[in-house]
């Protein structure tokens, strides 16, 4: 009985030795073979897709430098009411109420920052050729569809 048990413990811990040692080729052998990066630069995209000249090229990251400068500070403030909010965990008798205050916030500022992003597409458009507002167009849709589901995965 005890020799078989032996037996099995001396087997079972080459199984995972080896196992190990697979694991540790595979390791190595995916790192040698770096995956090429998804997407890249939006504005490099978007220049290559439609063919921009270097005037609207410049006055694109006019707009764009003047949309994040406007919208920088509305994801601050998400970011401190996000803190706030999960902040109130500690509070066992917190209410109903005052968590629907902070989530209407958040809503609020992610709303405008919307509405913001939406009216920087229509400015940059504007710069477009008809040819390449219809190319915009598709790109767009495209860059939309690139974003991260809820588990944090490119879709």
């Known amino acids: 009985m005890k020799n078989s048990a032996n037996r099995i413990l001396t087997i079972a811990v080459i199984l995972l030795l080896l196992l190990n040692i697979a694991m540790v080729v595979y ?91 939406f009216d920087h597409f229509r400015s940059v458009k504007a710069v477009l050729s008809e040819e390449q507002q219809r190319k915009y167009d598709d790109f767009v849709q495209k860059m939309m569809q690139r974003k991260k589901d809820s588990t944090g995965k490119k879709k």
């Open 27 to 117: 390791i190595i052998k995916q790192r040698s073979h770096p995956k090429p990066p998804r997407g890249g630069n939006p504005m490099e995209m978007m220049d290559k897709e439609l063919n921009m000249t270097e005037q609207q090229k410049a006055e694109v990251k006019k707009l764009r430098d003047e949309h994040f400068e406007t919208i920088h500070p509305l994801f601050d403030s998400i970011r401190s009411a996000k803190v706030a909010y999960f902040g109130l965990i500690k509070d066992p008798n917190v209410n109903d109420s005052l968590l629907n205050v902070y989530n209407t916030r958040m809503n609020d500022l992610q709303s405008k920052i919307n509405k913001l992003t």
